[in-house]
C-alpha cells in the first residue's frame, strides 16, 4: 500500500510555519527569471498566486474558461473575509481563529495547516488594503467588521455583499500590471484537458482553445491547478454555470490522490427551487444571519395552510412561530455553523413544517432586527439582496406585510439548503503539492484547510492565503533545483501522446450520436446526488446511488448527442466534457460517503447520530482523511489510503454549539 | 406563458449573421430569460440544431459575463439589472422578443449572441492597478480613509466590466467603464500617487483600441446594469487633464 507523506514541519503548531520558511530552500533572482509556471485559474487562488509568482521574477502562463480573468467564480462571493485581527478589540487572536476553524471543521482538518491560514489572515487584509480593495469602513475612518457563523468575535471583513468581487479585483489589479510587464501570459477562453507527465514529474499541460476548437501545449517547470470546487456535480448548486472538476479529476485519473470527496457543503440560506427548469440556485448571504431569524410555524396547521398557499408568513403571530435554531443551540442561535443550520431545516421541514408549496423551505425574518435598528439601518446592511431577493421571487422582505396587535410583522424570506462549496478536493501536503511532484493545487479544488466543513468567509481566506503568501514559498523548495533540468520541449512525445488522447476523447464523445442531450443526464446525475448523497446519507441509498451512476455513466457513454462539429466553438461539446468527470465526482463522492461510518461536518449518516440528532463521530476508527487513488480506469474501483491527522495543540472533542 | 424569440445567429466571426425567428418558447413568468434560452436551446438539440452561443457564468448579476441586446436595450427592458437577472415576467404572454448581440466596434462577435471583450482587459493592463508588490503592505489599519471617500470609490469598483455601457452609445465610448475604474483609485490615497500616470495610459488605450469619443449622451448611464454614475467621467477628465499638465 502507498504510503503518504504530509511533510508536516516540526516543531510546536504555532512555530511550524515560521521554522520552514526559515529553513526552506529558495531560488536565487537569476534562476527565477529561467523557471516557467503554469497556473490554470483566475479565482482568487489561481490570480492572486499568478501575480505574485510574477512579482518574484517567475514567468507565469495564467489560464481560464471565461473571457476574462475578472470573471472567475470567486467573483460572486458576498459575505466576507476573516481574519485574526482583533480590529474590534473582542477577544480575537489567531490562535482563537486556528481554533475556531478546526473546530467548525468538525476536527477532520490538519492542525499545521490551519494554524498557518490563521496566521497569515492578517496579511491578507493588509495587502488588499494596499491594492485599494475598497473594504466596508467606519465613520472614523477604520475598517469595519460583521460576524458570520460558527464565530462569537466580528472578524469578517466585507465589501457590501460583493467581497468576493471587490478581492478578485484587487487581484486581477496585480494579476494586470504582471500582464502589462509581460511577467505573466494571459490565456482566456482556454480549457486545460490534461495534465503532461513527463518522468513521473507535471511538465505541462494540453489546453483547448475554446474559440478555435484547437488543442494547444504548454511546458513548463511546474503546474497550479486552482480551478475552484465540484459543487455543480449536484446540478443545482449556488455556483456558476462553468464550475467544473474537469482539471481536477484530469489530475486524478495522472494519479494525483482525492481527499475527502464526501465533505460537501450545503449552504442554509439559499432560495428554494421553484421548477424544473431552473438552472442553478442563489445564495443569500450567510450575512442576513446576523440579523435575521430563522423560523417556521410552531403548529403543523400553519405549516399546511402555508403549503396550500392560505395563509402568508406575516399571517403567523409571534407566539405561533418556532425559532428552532435559537430554540435549540442558545449559545449560537441562528449563528450556528452551516451544516447545523441545514440539518437542522431539513430535520423541520422532513416533520412537514415547511413553509412553502413545496414543503422545502423556512422563513427568514427581519421583523425583529426592522424593530430594533430601523428600516434605514436595515436596508443599508441588506438592501441590494433584499433587492436581489425581490428580482427573483418578486417578494421583498423590507416591505412591512401587516401589523397584528401593535407587531409590525415584515414579507419574511423563505430559504432552503442547497450545495454550495466542496471541502474535499485534490490533496496536497503541506506544501501545497499534490502526490503527483510538480503538480500543485490552491484554493477551493483542494482539501487542505476547512476539514468536513468551511465556516463562512474562510474559503475567500484560503484562496488567497495559498495564492499570496503560501505557494510563492513553497512552490520554490520544489523549483531550488529544477534550473538545472533542461525545459521539455513541447513536441516531446509524451506530449503528442497526451494531446492525441484529449482529441480522440472528443471523437468518442462526439460519435456516440445517441439521443440525449447533456444537461438531461447532468440534471439526472443531480437528483440522484441531491435524493442519495445529500443532507442525509445512509449505507443503503449510497450503495442504491452507485448502482445508479453506474447505469447512468452508461447512458453517457452510450446514449448522449452532441450537435455541431469538433472546430470552432462548440458549447455543448464543452459541457459533455465536463458532464463524463462529474459522474466520476459523483461516484467519487458516494465511494467516499459509503466508507465513512461516522458523522461529521458536511458528511451527515444517518444511523450515527446522537439521541437528539446531532451528528456522531468516531474518531477511533475515522480519524484521518481519506484519499482515492486512481487505478487505471473508470470501472475499478479507486484504493483508500489514509493520512493520519495528529492533533497536539487542540483537544478534539464533540461539537458543542448549545452553550 | 409562450413567447416568441427573435435571435441573431452568426456560424463565426467572419460568417454573415441573421436572425431566426423561435415561435412558441414555452415559459414561466419566474423563469429567467436566460433560462427560457436554455429551454430554447434544450429543444434545439433535441431536434439535432446546434443551440444558440452566449456567454454567462455567475447568474447572479456580478460576473459580468453575460450580455445580449434584447428588445433594443443592453440587458434588456429592467433598470439596474443584467440578462441574468432578467424575469420572464417582465414580458408578456406571446410577445416577440428580439435578442442581439452586443454591436459596438469594440466588440466583434465571436459566435452567435457571444462577443469578444479583451479590449476592456487590455485598457485594465495599461494600468488600472496600484503598483507594489505582495508582502510589503502596512497595516491595514495604518491609514484610515473616511468613510465618505470609501464609500464613492465601492460606487465606482462595483463596476462589472460587462461591456454595456460601449454597448449602449451610439459613439461606442467606453468612457463609463474607464472612468469607474480611474475613479475607483484617483479616490483612494493608496491610487494617488500613480493617478496622472494611470490616466494618460487608460485613455491612450481606449483610444487605441477604437472607442469612440464621449459626447455626454447618458445612454451609458441609463443602461448601466450596475448604476454607475457619469460624476465618474467628471472626475477621470479632471484626473486627465491634471496629467496633460504634469507633461
Ligand atoms: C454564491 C457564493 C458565495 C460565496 N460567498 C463566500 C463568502 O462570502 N466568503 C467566502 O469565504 N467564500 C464564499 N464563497 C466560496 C468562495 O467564493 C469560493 O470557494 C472561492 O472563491 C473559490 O476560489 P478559487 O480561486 O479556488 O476558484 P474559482 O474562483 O472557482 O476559480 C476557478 C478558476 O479556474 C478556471 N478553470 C476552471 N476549470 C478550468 C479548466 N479546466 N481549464 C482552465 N481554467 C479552468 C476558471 O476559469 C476560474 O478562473 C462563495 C461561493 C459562492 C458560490
Ligand atoms: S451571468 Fe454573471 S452577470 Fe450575468
Same mark, same amino acid.
Given at each position: ?31 527565477? $527569471? ?39 467564480? @470567486?467573483?460572486?462571493?458576498?459575505g466576507g473575509i476573516n481574519a485574526a485581527k482583533n480590529y474590534q478589540n473582542d477577544g480575537d487572536s489567531v490562535?482563537r481563529l ?22 497569515v489572515s492578517n496579511n491578507i487584509i493588509d495587502q488588499c488594503v494596499a491594492q485599494g480593495v475598497p473594504f466596508a469602513r467606519e465613520y472614523g475612518g477604520l475598517l469595519a467588521n460583521r460576524s458570520f457563523?460558527?464565530a462569537q468575535v466580528s472578524r469578517t471583513f466585507y465589501a457590501k455583499g460583493q467581497t468576493?468581487?471587490q478581492l478578485?479585483?484587487g ?90 470527496? @464526501? ?24 450575512s442576513?444571519?446576523n ?8 403548529? #403543523? ?23 428552532? %435554531? ?47 435598528l430601523?428600516?434605514?439601518v436595515?436596508?443599508q446592511r ?17 416591505? %412591512?406585510?401587516?401589523? #397584528? ?44 484547510? !476547512? ?6 468567509a474562510?474559503?475567500l481566506m484560503?484562496?488567497l ?42 471523437? $468518442? ?36 446511488? %452507485? ?55 458536511? !458528511? ?34 479507486? @484504493? ?20 | ?14 460568417? /454573415?449573421?441573421?436572425? &431566426?425567428?423561435? /415561435? ?20 434545439? &438539440? ?84 496600484v503598483?507594489f508588490?505582495?508582502?510589503g503592505a502596512p497595516d491595514a489599519n495604518a491609514l484610515p480613509i473616511s468613510k465618505e471617500k470609501a464609500d464613492l470609490a465601492m460606487d465606482a469598483a ?26 475607483q483609485f484617483?479616490l483612494l490615497p493608496q491610487g494617488r ?55
Open positions: 500500500m502507498s504510503t503518504i507523506d504530509s511533510k508536516i514541519p516540526e516543531g510546536p503548531v504555532a512555530e511550524k510555519w515560521t521554522n520552514y520558511k526559515a529553513h526552506q530552500r529558495l531560488v536565487n533572482p537569476a534562476n527565477k $527569471r529561467k523557471l516557467d509556471i503554469i497556473v490554470v485559474g483566475t479565482g482568487l487562488a489561481g490570480a492572486s498566486a499568478a501575480s505574485t509568482l510574477a512579482e518574484m521574477g517567475f514567468n507565469v502562463y495564467n489560464f481560464c474558461i471565461q473571457d476574462s480573468p475578472r470573471r472567475a467564480h @470567486s467573483i460572486a462571493a458576498q490562535y486556528f481554533y475556531d476553524t478546526v473546530k467548525g471543521g468538525d476536527y477532520r482538518a490538519r492542525e499545521a495547516n490551519v494554524h498557518r491560514l490563521a496566521e457563523g460558527g468576493g468581487q478578485l479585483l487581484a486581477y489589479s496585480s494579476l494586470n500590471r504582471q500582464i502589462n510587464a509581460g511577467k505573466v501570459k494571459s490565456f482566456n477562453r482556454y480549457e486545460m484537458h490534461d495534465v503532461v507527465i513527463v518522468d513521473g514529474r507535471a511538465r505541462g499541460i494540453i489546453a483547448k482553445n475554446l474559440v478555435t476548437g484547437k488543442f494547444e501545449r504548454f511546458s513548463a517547470n511546474a503546474v497550479v491547478i486552482a480551478t475552484g470546487g465540484y459543487g455543480n456535480t449536484y446540478f443545482l448548486s449556488t455556483n456558476a454555470m462553468g464550475c467544473n472538476c474537469s482539471a481536477a479529476i484530469a489530475a486524478y485519473r495522472k494519479g494525483a490522490y482525492f481527499a475527502n470527496p @464526501s465533505y460537501v457543503q450545503i449552504h442554509p440560506t439559499c432560495i428554494p427551487v421553484h421548477g424544473d427548469k431552473q438552472s442553478k440556485l442563489t445564495l443569500m448571504s450567510e442576513l444571519r440579523d435575521g431569524r430563522i423560523w417556521v410555524p410552531k403548529n #403543523i396547521e400553519d405549516a399546511k395552510k402555508l403549503q396550500k398557499g392560505e395563509i402568508k408568513g406575516s399571517d403567523i403571530p409571534e407566539e405561533n412561530r418556532d425559532y428552532y %435554531l435559537e430554540r435549540r443551540y442558545p449559545a449560537f442561535g441562528n449563528l450556528v455553523p452551516r451544516d447545523v443550520a441545514s440539518r437542522a431545516a431539513k430535520e423541520r421541514c422532513d416533520k412537514g413544517f415547511g413553509v412553502n408549496n413545496t414543503g422545502l423551505a423556512v422563513f427568514l425574518d427581519f421583523s425583529d432586527a426592522i424593530k430594533r430601523g428600516i434605514d436595515v436596508r441588506y438592501g441590494n439582496l433584499f433587492d436581489m431577493y425581490e428580482e427573483i421571487t418578486d417578494v421583498n422582505p423590507g416591505q %412591512l406585510a401587516r401589523e #397584528i396587535n401593535g407587531e409590525k410583522y415584515y414579507n419574511p424570506m423563505m430559504i432552503f439548503p442547497a450545495v454550495h462549496y466542496t471541502m474535499g478536493g485534490i490533496w496536497v501536503d503541506y506544501e501545497l503539492q499534490t502526490s503527483i511532484p510538480g503538480l500543485f493545487a490552491i484554493g477551493e479544488c483542494n482539501f487542505s484547510d !476547512h476539514g468536513a466543513n468551511r465556516l463562512g474562510s474559503a484560503q484562496g492565503a495559498d495564492g499570496y503568501f503560501v505557494l510563492p514559498y513553497t512552490i520554490q523548495n520544489y523549483l531550488a533545483d529544477q534550473a538545472i533540468w533542461p525545459k521539455i520541449p513541447t513536441d516531446n512525445e509524451e506530449f503528442a501522446k497526451v494531446e492525441k488522447h484529449c482529441v480522440e476523447e472528443q471523437t $468518442r464523445l462526439m460519435n456516440i450520436k445517441g439521443k440525449r442531450s447533456v444537461d438531461s443526464i447532468h440534471k439526472e446525475l443531480g437528483h440522484i446526488m441531491w435524493e442519495y448523497v445529500g443532507m442525509g446519507r445512509t449505507a443503503e441509498g449510497l450503495k442504491t446511488a %452507485l448502482e445508479k451512476l453506474k447505469e447512468l455513466r452508461k447512458e453517457f457513454e452510450t446514449n448522449l448527442f452532441i450537435p455541431g462539429s469538433q472546430e470552432g466553438l462548440n458549447i455543448e461539446l464543452d459541457k459533455a466534457i465536463h458532464l463524463r468527470d462529474f459522474i466520476i465526482m459523483g461516484e467519487l463522492i458516494a465511494t467516499d460517503a459509503l466508507h465513512r461510518n461516522e458523522s461529521c461536518g458536511g !458528511h451527515f449518516r444517518v444511523e450515527y447520530q446522537t439521541e437528539e440528532g446531532e451528528a456522531k463521530r468516531d474518531d477511533e476508527n475515522f480519524f484521518y482523511v481519506g484519499c482515492w487513488k486512481y487505478e487505471g480506469d473508470d470501472n475499478t474501483a479507486p @484504493s483508500l489510503i489514509k493520512e493520519p491527522l495528529e492533533y497536539e495543540a487542540i483537544k478534539v472533542q464533540t461539537r458543542n454549539y448549545k452553550n | 406563458m409562450k413567447v416568441t424569440l427573435k435571435v441573431w445567429r452568426q456560424a463565426n466571426a467572419k460568417a /454573415k449573421g441573421e436572425f &431566426v425567428t423561435y /415561435k412558441d418558447v414555452e415559459t414561466t413568468p419566474d423563469t429567467s430569460f436566460l433560462e427560457t434560452l436554455d429551454i430554447l436551446n434544450e429543444s434545439l &438539440v433535441e431536434r439535432g440544431e446546434e443551440p444558440i452561443t452566449f456567454d454567462h457564468d455567475c447568474r447572479e448579476g456580478i460576473c459580468g459575463m453575460c450580455s445580449l441586446y434584447i428588445n433594443g436595450h443592453p440587458h434588456g427592458p429592467a433598470t439596474k439589472a443584467t440578462t441574468c437577472q432578467l424575469y420572464m415576467r417582465r414580458f408578456k404572454d406571446g410577445e416577440t422578443i428580439t435578442v442581439e448581440p452586443w454591436r459596438s466596434a469594440g466588440f466583434p462577435v465571436i459566435k452567435d449572441l457571444m462577443v469578444d471583450r479583451s479590449a476592456y482587459d487590455k485598457i485594465q493592463q495599461a494600468g488600472g492597478y503598483s508588490n505582495c508582502g462595483t463596476c462589472i466590466g460587462c461591456g454595456a455601457c460601449a454597448a449602449a452609445c451610439k459613439n461606442g465610448s467606453a468612457m463609463l467603464f474607464v472612468s469607474a475604474k480611474i475613479s484617483a500617487p500613480e493617478a496622472a500616470r494611470r490616466a494618460r495610459a487608460m485613455v491612450a488605450k481606449m483610444d487605441e483600441l477604437g472607442f469612440g469619443n464621449c459626447t455626454n449622451t447618458r445612454a451609458c448611464e441609463a443602461e448601466c446594469p450596475k448604476g454607475i454614475s457619469i460624476t465618474n467621467i467628471a472626475r477621470m477628465n479632471r484626473e486627465f487633464l491634471k496629467a496633460k499638465f504634469k507633461d
